[in-house]
Antibody, heavy 119, light 107 residues
Framework: QVQLVQSGAEVKKPGSSVKVSCKAS????????IIWVRQAPGQGLEWMGR????????NYAQKFQGRVTFTADISTITAYMELSSLRSEDTAVYYC????????????WGQGTLVTVSS | SYVLTQPPSVSVAPGKTARITCGGD??????VHWYQQKPGQAPVLVMY???DRPSGIPERFSGSNSGNTATLTISRVEAGDEADYYC??????????FGTGTKVTVL
């Protein structure tokens, strides 16, 4: 049973960058997808994009193009999401999840990482 | 961009049936997935491909999808079903889209 464990909460200054990790336990990345979703306080879910770790293929939601980078380390079964040029509106919980099937459904999810952007 | 519209809230008495709708342009031609999110927790997949239940999800949860509306139905509602529910589709181009979310309150 695959579980996704994310890195801890972060507090960042406006204009800086943050890198969140997502480690898979109980399995390998195999051929599946890792997706990233964020949720601002009191708001809904927002899809940021996806990576297929085994080939390094990425797709980013247009809103985040140029500001977000997804990477993965197959040897440690860990995916990463780096968001740059942070602003207060980026304050949110960031989730990773495994994408399954075609079209992808997301299961399971990581526990989430709170990123707070504040001066 | 593709938009999915859900009612902000649904209230239901214990033991009754809750129906959560997800509206989108010809959504019946897409596969719809549903997630349950309880306060302070990550979302959990409760329905996929319109009407398939993941392992561990009670049979009380069912789904349908036709025309411009997909529906998640929760029968014999229990207190533990109180949560936010989100629908999700692949827009057919490059993005996954989530619905606006519905808060289910058990009276």
């Amino acid at each position: 049973q695959v579980q996704l464990v994310q890195s801890g909460a972060e507090v960042k200054k406006p204009g800086s960058s943050v890198k969140v990790s997502c480690k898979a336990s109980g399995g390998s990345f195999s051929s599946y997808t890792i997706i990233w979703v964020r949720q601002a306080p009191g708001q809904g879910l927002e899809w940021m994009g996806r990576i297929i770790p085994i080939v390094g293929l990425t797709n980013y939601a247009q809103k985040f193009q140029g500001r977000v980078t997804f990477t993965a380390d197959i040897s440690t079964i860990t995916a990463y999401m780096e968001l740059s040029s942070l602003r207060s509106e980026d304050t949110a919980v960031y989730y990773c999840a495994r994408g399954l099937g075609d079209p992808n459904r997301f299961d399971p999810w990581g526990q989430g990482t709170l990123v707070t952007v504040s001066s | 961009s593709y938009v999915l519209t859900q009612p902000p809230s649904v209230s239901v008495a214990p033991g009754k049936t809750a129906r959560i709708t997800c509206g989108g342009d010809i959504i019946g031609s897409k596969s719809v997935h549903w997630y349950q999110q309880k306060p302070g927790q990550a979302p959990v997949l409760v329905m996929y491909n319109d009407r398939d239940r993941p392992s561990g999800i009670p049979e009380r949860f069912s789904g349908s999808n036709s025309g411009n509306t997909a529906t998640l139905t929760i029968s014999r509602v229990e207190a533990g079903d109180e949560a936010d529910y989100y629908c999700q589709v692949w827009d057919g181009h490059s993005d996954h889209v989530f619905g606006t979310g519905t808060k289910v309150t058990v009276l």
